[in-house]
């Protein structure tokens, strides 16, 4: 794969969004091995997701597109009560319940480009971010929000924005019944939809695009001008925070994956390192080699956080990719009930 001329198409960027890495090279990057306890903190973190009444409320805003929608309100742990939006099937009933997640710069509007029609469809607002959950349960500014707890595993905001998206999956099987369910998630949202995935039986596949959260013994040496940089330089201060993260590296949880899950990394980032990104993509290719049940699917995209040459047009077929890959997901699923 020929690079894109990417010092005519970001000649001002302040960083050098390619890390240094080709292809090959970020096809190479292994994912961060899981540490003690890893997979037995998320199963207790799920476990006590699944004790909470979510009392999922829903109030009417009229049809977009293929989709009835809705404000969305519902109940996850510490106590919280998030909002949201929801999308139901105007023709009939769902086949797939969708859980939506967005990257840091939160959400203002429902967007429905990557859900099919016959999809229901939850797009949660992280915990503490805009435009419907600002200062609930986290600070409303990024660079803030992604210390928010670190010090405690228990209480890590990017952690429990993982917790969340299984709340969330509840609200929506509360409302349009008992559905498989698929994640989507970009940038933070990737990040947060990679630690949740593995721990939801009724997770049946996923799109990751540009995950962030990925392979911390490389986030945390670079610069970049994404959220990553405010973790970088706490740890610089406070190396004692490395071990509490180990507990939510995008790398490692994409290792336990045993469903299809569709990664969309960029070549180019200077927000959400490439390196990062790809450790998500080769930890499923991994998860795939090892028999786990995962089935790993990759686009490599010429960039990502930035506008470039193009854009649409990939953004476009992206989205039409990620609507074919939930049909075939629920084509190798078996019949629930």
Known sequence: MIAPPYDEWFPDAPIDGTYGYDLAGLRAVAPVPAPPGFADTWRRWRREAAGVSVRAEATPLGRRGAHDVFEVSFGTLDGLRLRGWLGMPAAGGARVGVVHSHGYGGRDAPDFSRVPADAAVILPVARGLGAL??????????ERHVLHGIRDPE???IGRCAVDLWSAGDALVEIAGDLPLYLVGESFGGGICALALPWDDRVI?????????????????VPCAGSGEPVRRYVAGHPEARDGLRLFDASTAATFARVPVRVEAALWDASVPAPGQFAVANAVAQAEAEGSGARFELEV????????????????????ATRTHISACLGATAPRG
């Open 155 to 157: 209480a890590y905001a």
């Open 301 to 320: 995209l010429p960039a990502g956080h930035a506008e470039y040459p193009g854009m649409l047009r990939v953004t476009a077929a992206a989205a039409k």
């Open 133 to 142: 959950n600002t200062g609930i349960g986290a600070p409303s500014a990024a």
């Open 205 to 221: 596949g996923a799109t990751l695009i540009v995950p962030s959260f990925g392979q911390y013994d490389i986030r945390l040496q």
